[in-house]
């Protein structure tokens, strides 16, 4: 149906609708005063009402109350020349007093059945206050799990603190988010379900600028927040000490490598001193790995190449045993490029690092010499003919040693071993009162080698 008191803006339409659409369009009536609309839409009952919007004989507010009393669904379509042919179609089930108010372009003279729907502005606001107390809870609790679920392996390194920190923040606001979003939809879902018998469609609203700018605003100053956050951590993360002390690491299929520069020592397992700063210098030999201990959080890529190098920068702070992995996908035994870390203090690590130099070393002397310092030998038995705890190293290869009993023995290869080994079995005339001091472990502490290497140590010792 068609008002306008303008003949030539209904016909002109009909003529539009025909070409276009044929017979599939129907104009059931064409009206030009203000009761022949009313009268027509009550007897014609069309599905859709095209309004001359500039036309002063229709009475807006008059059309707009008999549009909004009426219960059958219609629709009208206000159409204005004037405005450049802009249309508005409303539906006079989701018609919202707001858009009633402008369809009049006039303040204050929605009245409208539609209005008694909506609750009175300080229960709303109750609603708001009591949400948010829900979500605060919740937050609350979301958080609390997180943090006790100890999704994050020990801290076990200077660096891991300020990664946890903004760990923990992120934890905060996943809860929030989740919190947010899992009270409003909830609580929706009850409040708001669709009540037996409501078939209408949900209000209709379009657009709400402070909403916007609200919810544009606030993500745009956490995301810059955090990426503020996000460089000042990782500069604490970086911090250089120059004391660091430097470890090669070369990754390759399937293995980790660790070289201990100017000690000539390359080892399998990673042992570090706690509370020192280690620079690792990353390589690889053949593809990408990605050296990552996760006690000690910050990872960084070993890349084929010499002038790809690396560099990643730690600080265990707990003693204990982690494990290296490879955080890179680098073939089919990826998941097993683990290697052993171990974090000893400072003495541990020194005899340890001596260890291995003596190891590495292709002079048994100089081998027994290191590890006779390492098992704290020299700290009961000398080298220069004093007695301390035990007799002295000096001489005593190829000496005739006087034991407790009386008897006597040649100090040979044979004869040291034993004292090692099984330091009770013959006891040297004069120390029987320390008879029980010198350890009996040394036995299932040195291999065969070593204790050759002593031996030859003590050889050397004329
Ligand atoms: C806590 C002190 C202590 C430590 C550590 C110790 N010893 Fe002894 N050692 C003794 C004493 C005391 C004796 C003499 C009593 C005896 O014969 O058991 C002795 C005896 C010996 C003898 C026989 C000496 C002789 O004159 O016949 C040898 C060889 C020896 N120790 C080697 C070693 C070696 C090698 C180590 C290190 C791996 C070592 N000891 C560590 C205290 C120690
Ligand atoms: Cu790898």
């Known amino acids: 149906m068609i008002a306008s008191a303008n003949p030539l803006f209904g016909k002109g339409l009909q003529k539009i609708f025909i070409e276009r659409w044929g017979k599939q369009a129907v104009v059931v009536g064409l009206t030009s005063s203000m009761a022949e609309t009313l009268a027509a839409m009550e007897s014609l009952q069309p599905d859709l009402v095209i309004v001359d919007y500039d036309?002063?004989?229709?009475?807006?507010?008059?059309?707009?109350?008999?549009?909004?009393?009426?219960?059958?669904?219609?629709?009208?379509?206000?159409?204005?020349?004037?405005?450049?042919?802009?249309?508005?179609?409303?539906?006079?089930?989701?018609?919202?007093?707001?858009?009633?108010?402008?369809?009049?372009?006039?303040?204050?003279?929605?009245?409208?059945?539609?209005?008694?729907?909506?609750?009175?502005?300080?229960?709303?606001?109750?609603?708001?206050?009591?949400?948010?107390?829900?979500?605060?809870?919740?937050?609350?609790?979301?958080?609390?799990?997180?943090?006790?679920?100890?999704?994050?392996?020990?801290?076990?390194?200077?660096?891991?603190?300020?990664?946890?920190?903004?760990?923990?923040?992120?934890?905060?606001?996943?809860?929030?988010?989740?919190?947010?979003?899992?009270?409003?939809?909830?609580?929706?879902?009850?409040?708001?379900?669709?009540?037996?018998?409501?078939?209408?469609?949900?209000?209709?609203?379009?657009?709400?600028?402070?909403?916007?700018l609200t919810w544009t605003i606030i993500p745009l100053i956490t995301v810059l927040a955090v990426a503020t956050i996000g460089a000042q951590n990782l500069a604490e993360t970086r911090q250089i000490d120059p004391q660091a002390m430097v470890v090669n690491v070369t990754g390759g299929q399937w293995f980790w490598s660790f070289e201990y520069p100017g000690t000539g020592v390359t080892s399998s397992t990673l042992y570090l001193p706690v509370n020192k700063q280690i620079l690792f210098r990353l390589t690889s030999k053949d593809v990408i790995h990605s050296f990552w201990v996760p006690e000690f959080r910050i990872k960084q890529d070993a890349l084929p190449g010499a002038n790809l190098v690396r560099e990643l920068r730690l600080t265990p702070d707990q003693t204990g045993k982690f494990k290296v992995r490879c955080a890179e996908m680098c073939g089919v035994s990826h998941a097993y490029m683990e290697s052993l870390v171990v974090v000893v203090s400072q003495t541990e690590f020194s005899a340890w690092l001596q260890q291995q130099q003596a190891a590495a070393s292709k002079d048994p002397v100089a081998r027994g010499q290191v590890l006779a310092t390492v098992n704290g030998c020299l700290s009961c038995h000398s080298t220069d003919g004093t007695i301390k705890i035990g007799p002295s190293f000096k001489g005593l290869y190829g000496s005739q040693v006087i034991l407790s009993d009386g008897s006597t023995r040649t100090a040979d290869e044979n004869y040291i071993k034993t004292s090692i080994i099984d330091p009770r079995f013959q006891i040297v005339k004069g120390f029987e009162s320390k008879a029980n001091v010198m350890p009996t472990d040394f036995g299932k502490k040195l291999n065969d080698q070593q204790i050759q290497d002593l031996v030859e140590f003590i050889r050397s010792l004329r």
């Open 55 to 212: 036309d002063k004989i229709l009475n807006r507010a008059e059309f707009l109350n008999h549009f909004m009393a009426g219960d059958r669904p219609m629709q009208v379509m206000l159409v204005s020349l004037r405005g450049g042919g802009a249309a508005v179609v409303y539906d006079r089930q989701a018609l919202t007093p707001s858009e009633a108010e402008d369809w009049l372009n006039l303040p204050n003279i929605a009245h409208a059945p539609a209005e008694k729907q909506i609750p009175p502005r300080r229960n709303e606001m109750r609603r708001f206050v009591f949400l948010g107390i829900l979500v605060i809870l919740l937050s609350i609790l979301v958080y609390a799990g997180l943090v006790n679920a100890r999704i994050l392996p020990v801290e076990a390194s200077l660096q891991a603190v300020p990664i946890d920190w903004f760990f923990h923040f992120h934890f905060a606001a996943i809860a929030f988010l989740f919190s947010l979003i899992f009270v409003f939809m909830v609580y929706s879902m009850i409040a708001f379900r669709r009540r037996p018998g409501e078939t209408g469609d949900g209000r209709h609203i379009s657009g709400n600028t402070r909403l916007e």
